[in-house]
């Protein structure tokens, strides 16, 4: 048995509760259990809702809801206001943990509870942090370098799943609102580059949490074409557009508003 007692598990949510039951019911499988449970949704539907209603029955959850659909930051934001243990875990409703998941977790955790200097502990990405350096044998550790060529240093930050202080607005501020998901993701990794966030990131981050979009319930996340070009010719363009904003928005951006 895990129990995570000074964890708040902070999922967000919207259209997908088919998905979330299935969090949830595997996190229980594997014998997870948190302080807390905080479900925020975005103001899905009707028939999500009901469904919403009937798990928190089961797996007694707090339930945040909204009346109509704010976006990313005012999810993010309402859900981490409602959590009060000391450590957030947070995580998207279409995710699936393997078995390996609670043994590595607990490592991360332990790495943030003795390590004061430390501000979060990635678990998952689409591909490895631009620059690592060997923590131990499950971890590096994320750096930026001022100069570094590799634009994708920017993602010192990710939205995805992660475990975080709760303390984590004092810090780097409050996720932006009324912006398009994907800039609210950015402002907040400007805020932690800004702000020299320190934290790890899993080697192995394929194996932990398995992203599952399904037919009936896909992902809601849309991007324009020329960001997912794989052209020679629109990948220079584009790399070179990044490198140059985003080092620019490093210095440039104001913060964001903080506690």
Known sequence: MYTFF?????ITHYNRSTSLSNLLHKLK??????????????GSKDEHLANLRSLQ??????????PVNRGLGHNINKGQDAVTKPYTLYIQEDFEPSNEFPHQFLQGLNHLKTKEELDIIRFYAYAPYAYLKPYDAHFSQMYHPTFGTDYSKIYLYSDHPHLRRSTFFEKFGRYPEGLKGDLTEYRMCISFLQNKAQGLFYNDFSRLLIQKNSAQEPSTMTRASW???KGIFI?????????LKYNFD???QPPLRKL
């Open 227 to 229: 960001r997912e070009g």
């Open 235 to 243: 990948k220079l363009i584009r790399d070179t557009y990044r490198q």
């Open 29 to 42: 499988a594997l014998k997870c259990s948190f302080g807390e449970i905080v479900v925020s949704d975005d």
């Open 250 to 252: 490093i210095v440039t």
């Open 57 to 66: 029955e089961t797996f007694d959850f707090k339930l945040i809801t909204t």
């Open 6 to 10: 000074q964890v708040s598990l902070l």
